[in-house]
């Protein structure tokens, strides 16, 4: 059930897409790779919850779209070393299809997550608006190699910085693939799911005032501890994507975000929510 790429992609896609690329092994059973991305030193959480997500997409029947995922991140991935994601189909309902994923590594469990899958039907409508930050940059616009997210076929333009008066900390990225994808819209909320952790985690740390140089030093602990995403609307992660993350709450080494994503129209097309450990070293 999984749709092949249409004509030659961009590298940096193609790149990205292999990582969601999963082998069947059996029924309910694949395979994915994790090959070494530059600055990192573990396998990237986002990376684990999108290739969990299409596992438990080749379980369900096309008109079957992600609309909800919780996800929990018990170890830290090993590069160079595949995961093995098992698909348990919980539930097939006339409108519904839920399906929980364990991702293994060496036979340990390194993520859990449970999906939820929806047949499109028509009902009323109300969306949260964006947040008055500007146009997006232009199409053409191209990458400064410091904003990369390892090389893995995504650009990232930071957003302006808002103030604690006008509801700050905030982290304010536009992303989007660095190249066309294709059309195939439960992969391109996969895709989704693997930007909304590329760093708004981090604002958690900003609300307690822990400083970028701070967390490079090595003395404090900051990892994922669960992420959760709903998917609203369709849609195109090749179309510059808002991701608009503010702080929750900060309590017991935990630190809680909540955040949208918004397309360049304006138009609400998933939420999310992210707890982090933040921990003296």
Known sequence: MTAEPAGELDEGVADLLSLLELEEVEPDLYRAKSPV?????????GQVMAQALRAASRTVEPD??????????????????DVIFQVERSRDGRSFNVRHVTARQNGKII??????????????????PMREVGAPPPPDWVDDVTHRQSSIGVDIQP????????GGPAYLIWTRTRGEMPADRGLNAAV????SDMGAGGVAGNAIGVSAAEHGTGSLVMASVDH????HRPIRADDW????????????????VRGTIHNPDG???ASFAQELLIRER
């Open 37 to 45: 991305l530059r600055g990192r030193r573990n396998i990237f959480g």
């Open 64 to 81: 079957r779209l992600p609309h909800s995922l919780h996800g929990y991140f018990l170890r830290e991935g090993l590069f160079e070393t």
């Open 111 to 128: 993520f859990l997550m449970t999906a939820s899958f929806h047949k499109d039907e028509p009902g009323r409508s109300f969306e949260s």
């Open 159 to 166: 957003g302006p910085e808002i103030s604690v008066d006008d």
């Open 192 to 195: 989704a799911a693997y930007m």
């Open 228 to 231: 959760a995403i709903w998917f």
């Open 241 to 256: 994507l808002l991701i608009d993350a503010v702080p929750v709450s900060n309590g017991g080494a935990r630190g809680l």
């Open 267 to 269: 138009v609400h097309v």
